[in-house]
T-cell receptor
Framework: NAGVTQTPKFQVLKTGQSMTLQCAQD?????MSWYRQDPGMGLRLIHY???????DQGEVPNGYNVSRSTTEDFPLRLLSAAPSQTSVYFC????????????FGAGTRLSVL | GEDVEQSLFLSVREGDSSVINCTYTDSSSTYLYWYKQEPGAGLQLLTYIFSNMDMKQDQRLTVLLNKKDKHLSLRIADTQTGDSAIYFCAESYNQAGTALIFGKGTTLSVSS
C-alpha cells in the first residue's frame, strides 16, 4: 500500500501563477483534508471532503479551490499564487469507520516568489 | 475561536520521562490528539483520547485529559533518542473528528 501520496514534493512558483497540488490515497478512505504548515505553527485546515462530490471549507480556505470527483483523489488548486501561500502542504485521509484516525502524506514544499 | 496552546521546547535525558502539556479552548471537542513529526516527514498519529475519558495508556505513552481545566498531557516513559521530534496537540471541532485545530508544536530534544 502506498498510503497517501502527494506530488510534487517541491515546487517554486512566481506570483500569479497557478498550479495544482496532487493528493491520492489507495486506502478507499472517504475523508480527505488539506492542511498548510507555516514555520513555528501547527497545521491549519484549508479544505476537507467527507466523500466524493462533497467538499467544505476549513480554517484558511481563501486562495484555494478543491474538488473531489473520485474517492482516491483530492487535488488542491492555487489559481493565482501569492507569496503568503509559501508553506508546506499536507494532505490527509481517514476511513469512514475511524474518521478521526487521519493518515498524512509526506508533504509538498511550495515557495512563491 | 478555537485555540490550542503548547510550550515550544522540552529537553530531557535518555531514560527519563517526558511530559508535554497542552491547553485547548473548545469544550465540545469530541477527540483530542497527539501527533509526532520527524524532520522532513509528515505527521504520524501517536494516540488520541475521546473526550469522555480521563486517561489512556498505550505502551510507553500515557495521555491525561482534564476537561474541567481543558488540559491535555502526553507522558513518554523511558524517553529514547528516537523520540526526538516535534509533538503536536490537536483538537477536533466537528463531530466526526476530522476537522482539526493544531497547536504550534513542542520540540522534544533527548540527550544521551
Amino acid at each position: 500500500n502506498a498510503g497517501v501520496t502527494q506530488t510534487p514534493k517541491f515546487q517554486v512558483l512566481k506570483t500569479g501563477q497557478s498550479m495544482t497540488l496532487q493528493c491520492a490515497q489507495d486506502m478507499n478512505h472517504e475523508y480527505m483534508s488539506w492542511y498548510r504548515q507555516d514555520p513555528g505553527m501547527g497545521l491549519r485546515l484549508i479544505h476537507y471532503s467527507v466523500g466524493a462530490g462533497i467538499t467544505d471549507q476549513g480554517e484558511v480556505p481563501n486562495g484555494y479551490n478543491v474538488s473531489r470527483s473520485t474517492t482516491e483523489d483530492f487535488p488542491l488548486r492555487l489559481l493565482s499564487a501569492a507569496p503568503s501561500q509559501t508553506s508546506v502542504y499536507f494532505c490527509a485521509s481517514s476511513p469512514a469507520l475511524a474518521k478521526n484516525i487521519q493518515y498524512f502524506g509526506a508533504g509538498t514544499r511550495l515557495s512563491v516568489l | 475561536g478555537e485555540d490550542v496552546e503548547q510550550s515550544l521546547f522540552l529537553s530531557v535525558r535518555e531514560g527519563d520521562s517526558s511530559v508535554i502539556n497542552c491547553t485547548y479552548t473548545d469544550s465540545s471537542s469530541t477527540y483530542l490528539y497527539w501527533y509526532k513529526q520527524e524532520p522532513g516527514a509528515g505527521l504520524q498519529l501517536l494516540t488520541y483520547i475521546f473526550s469522555n475519558m480521563d486517561m489512556k495508556q498505550d505502551q510507553r505513552l500515557t495521555v491525561l485529559l482534564n476537561k474541567k481545566d481543558k488540559h491535555l498531557s502526553l507522558r513518554i516513559a523511558d524517553t529514547q533518542t528516537g523520540d526526538s521530534a516535534i509533538y503536536f496537540c490537536a483538537e477536533s471541532y466537528n463531530q466526526a473528528g476530522t476537522a482539526l485545530i493544531f497547536g504550534k508544536g513542542t520540540t522534544l530534544s533527548v540527550s544521551s
